[in-house]
C-alpha cells in the first residue's frame, strides 16, 4: 500500500464525461489500498475564458482581482470529482488551496509555496477518504487568495507530494509521457522511459510545456520520485530521475528539443560603447518586471555596439516604450523590435562529454535554409532564436539530424 499525489490536467477533467472517468481511475487505486491525494486542474479552456473575461474589464486585470477570478476554474473540479468518488461509494473531501492550507508568497498570479498545512489531509487519509485539491492556487499569509503561475497545477501536485512524502507524483495529462519533442509537432517523437531532472528541468523552461518548471524545481529539491503518464491509456509513462544513469557514455548527444513561439526580439542599436551601457539599458527594463531571455552585443567599427535581447512576446509593447526613454537619454540611434521570432533548443546531458553539437546543430539549420539570429549555450543545452515561421521545420529536422525520430510504425499521436 503506497500514498500517491496524482494530478490530472485540464482535459483529463474537461468534461463531465471525463471527470467520471477520472472517478473510475482513482476509485481503481483507492480499491487496491492506497491512500489518494488528487490535484486537479479546471476544466479545459476554463482558465482561458475567465482571463477572456477579466480583460474585457481592464486590458491589465488586477492581479489580486485576477487570483480571485481563476482560482474558481479548479474549485469548480474539485467538487465534481468528489461527486463522482461518493456515487462509487468512496468517501472524498475536497479542498481548495486556502482550506488545505497552501501557503504561499504574496506575488499574485505567480506566487510561490512556501509551507503546506498536512493535517487536514492526513486525517481524512487516515478515515479512508479520498482527499481532492484545488491545482495551482494558495493563500498568502493574510488570507488573500494566490495563483501560482499558468500550469500551476504540476507544482501543487509535487508540493503535495513533498510535504506528505508521497511514493510517487503521477502527473496524469493527454500524452502518455515527455517526448523528445512535443508530439503534436513532431509525428515520429518517441516517448522516453526516463528523463534526468536536470534535462527536464532545461526542456520544462526552454518552453515544453508537459510540466511547469517550478514543478520540476521542487521535485529536484525534494526528491519526489516524478512520473508523467497518460489518462486515457494505460502505460509506464516517464519516470524523472535523480542521477543519471551509469551509462551516459551510451546517452544520445541529444535527449530532446524544446521551442517556444512566446520570443520577441529587441535591438537598440547604435550605443555608444563605453563600459556600464549594457547595465543601463537592462537596469530599467528589470525595473518595469520586464524579463530578459538572450542576449547578444555586437561591436561595430565605429566604435558603437547594438545590443539584442529578447523578451516574452506580451511585454514587447512595455520593453519598447522603456528603451525609447533610455535611448534618448544615452545617445542610441534607434530601437527596433521584432516579435516575428521563436526559440529552438537541443537539450542532453551528453553534451557534457562531446563537442562538436553546436556545429552539427547550425549544419542542421543551414541545409534547411534556416537563419540563426541569436545563439545561448550552457552545458547541456543550446538555444537558437529564429524566424517564427521556419519553427516547426527547425525541430523536425533537428530532430532528425539527431537520431530521434521513431521508425514510422511507432509513431502515432498518443493519448
Ligand atoms: P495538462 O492540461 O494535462 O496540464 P498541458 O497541455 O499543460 O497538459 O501539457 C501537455 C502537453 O504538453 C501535450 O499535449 C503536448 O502537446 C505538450 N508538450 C510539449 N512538449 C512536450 C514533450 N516534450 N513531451 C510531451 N508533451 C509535450
Ligand atoms: N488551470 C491552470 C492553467 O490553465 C493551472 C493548470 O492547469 O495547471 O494554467
Ligand atoms: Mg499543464
Known amino acids: 500500500m503506497s500514498l500517491l499525489v496524482q494530478k490530472y ?31 486537479v486542474s479546471a476544466m479545459s479552456g476554463e482558465t482561458n475564458r475567465l482571463i477572456g473575461l477579466a480583460q474585457q474589464i481592464q486590458e491589465y486585470p488586477d492581479p489580486r482581482e485576477l487570483d480571485v477570478l481563476v482560482s474558481t476554474g479548479e474549485q469548480v473540479t474539485i467538487a465534481l470529482l468528489c461527486m463522482a468518488l461518493k456515487k462509487r461509494g468512496w468517501d472524498a473531501r475536497s479542498y481548495t488551496g486556502g482550506q488545505v492550507k497552501i501557503l504561499t508568497d504574496s506575488a499574485h498570479t505567480k506566487a510561490r509555496i512556501q509551507e503546506i498545512d498536512e493535517a487536514n489531509m492526513r486525517a481524512d ?42 511514493d510517487e507524483c ?21 516517448r522516453l522511459d526516463r528523463i534526468t531532472f536536470e534535462e527536464m528541468l532545461e526542456m520544462a523552461s526552454l518552453g515544453s510545456k508537459v510540466l511547469q518548471i517550478r514543478a520540476v524545481e521542487f521535485a529536484g529539491k525534494y526528491n519526489v520520485p516524478l512520473r508523467v ?20 557514455m551510451e546517452k544520445p548527444l541529444v535527449s530532446g528539443i524544446a521551442f517556444n513561439r512566446d520570443e520577441a526580439k529587441i535591438t ?21 518586471n520586464i524579463e530578459v531571455d538572450v542576449i547578444v552585443q555586437n561591436v561595430g567599427a ?21 528603451l525609447e526613454g533610455v535611448a534618448q537619454e544615452i545617445g542610441a540611434r534607434e530601437v527596433r523590435a521584432d516579435s516575428e521570432v521563436a526559440k529552438v533548443s ?3 546531458v551528453g553534451m557534457r562529454s562531446h563537442a562538436g553539437v553546436a556545429s552539427q546543430m547550425f549544419t542542421a539549420l543551414a541545409q534547411e535554409n534556416i537563419n540563426i539570429q541569436m545563439i545561448t549555450t550552457s552545458e547541456i543545452k543550446i538555444s537558437v532564436i529564429i524566424e517564427e515561421r521556419y519553427l516547426e521545420l527547425a525541430v523536425r529536422c533537428l530532430h532528425t539530424a539527431f537520431g530521434l525520430d521513431a521508425e514510422p510504425e511507432e509513431s502515432r499521436v498518443r493519448g
Open 170 to 190: 503521477q502527473i496524469y495529462t493527454d500524452v502518455d509521457g515527455v517526448y523528445t519533442t512535443d508530439p503534436r509537432v513532431v509525428e515520429r517523437a518517441q
Open 9 to 39: 490536467g485540464g482535459t483529463s477533467v474537461g468534461t463531465v464525461e471525463r471527470i467520471e472517468a477520472v472517478a473510475d481511475k482513482v476509485a481503481g487505486f483507492r480499491a487496491q489500498g492506497h491512500d489518494m491525494v488528487i490535484v
Open 125 to 166: 487519509l487516515a478515515a479512508g477518504r479520498v482527499v481532492v485539491v484545488a491545482g495551482f492556487q494558495g493563500v498568502d499569509e493574510l488570507n488573500n487568495i494566490t495563483t501560482l503561475g499558468r500550469g500551476g497545477s504540476d507544482t501543487t501536485g509535487v508540493a503535495l507530494a513533498a510535504a506528505l512524502t508521497a
Open 302 to 322: 565605429d566604435n558603437t555596439t547594438d545590443l539584442t535581447f529578447t523578451v516574452n512576446k506580451g511585454d514587447m509593447k512595455a520593453a519598447v516604450a522603456v
Open 229 to 248: 503518464l497518460s489518462s486515457f491509456k494505460e502505460g509506464p509513462g516517464t519516470l524523472i530521475t535523480l542521477d543519471e544513469e551509469e551509462d551516459t
Open 268 to 288: 537598440l542599436a547604435g550605443v555608444p560603447n563605453t563600459p556600464g551601457v549594457a547595465a543601463s539599458i537592462l537596469a530599467p527594463i528589470g525595473a518595469a
Open 346 to 348: 537541443i537539450v542532453g
